[in-house]
């Protein structure tokens, strides 16, 4: 998948809602001020791939393209099956999660080349942006969530993965470690003064991209503003060239 080319494609806004129409007036407000949209699992549970389908279509084809952030966690076959499933909706981006394993990651790169050329980058998501440490510690995992990121980075970008999701507060490492090929798709973006709300591992979009991300994501500081196209304007502004 080609890197952004501008600050505005560089902006992931996550449209976070089961709602339909919602989600529809979010698109054509955000469309234009953003590199992709992101529909996660509260839309795709209500919404289910018809829902999915029905929004890429609006627009006349001129709604940003999807990045479908399932983060599947399964056995290597379920997860093979899952991504063939949702290839017709044609998604740019489509995560797993790295703590699947190897063979669960390759499974899922295997079933997304069926695309062809035209394939979803398979991004996998590392430790999510809602944990800090002593909630990762919580869970088994000794040493800090920037060793456990570069862990599973390397674990699944060797598995085939075209990148990983981490917070703001690892992109540095992870481009000091891995080089400039890597996607890094990073949440856990607040804008200066922004509530941060669940997330725990945060930075503002500048220090984000000014660490090495190449795409941002940010949901409720854009969905929850008053006028949401203005609030992702002035993130995407805000960003360097
Ligand atoms: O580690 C992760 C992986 C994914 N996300 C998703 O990003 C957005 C963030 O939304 P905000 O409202 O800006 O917090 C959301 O859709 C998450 O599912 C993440 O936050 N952290």
Redesign the pocket.
Known sequence: MARPDSPRARL?A???TAEADRAAALAAALAPECGLL?L???FFAAQGPAGVARLAAAGGGRAAPVFL?L?LHDIPNTVAGAVRAVLPLRPAML?VHAAGGAAMVAAAREAAERAGVLRPAILA???????DAAALAATGVAGGPVQQVLRLARLALEAGADGV???PQEVARLRDALGAAPLLVV????PPGAA????ARVATPEEAVRAGADWI????????AADPAAAARAIAEALPA
């Not at 949440?187 to 607040?190: A, D, H, I, T, Y």
């Open positions: 992931i996550a449209l976070d992101k996660g699992l509260e952030d983060k995560t998501v590392t430790v999510l942006t809602s944990l999701v981490c917070s949440p856990g973006v607040r941060r709300g669940d997330q994501v940010v949901g409720r500081p854009i969905t929850g």
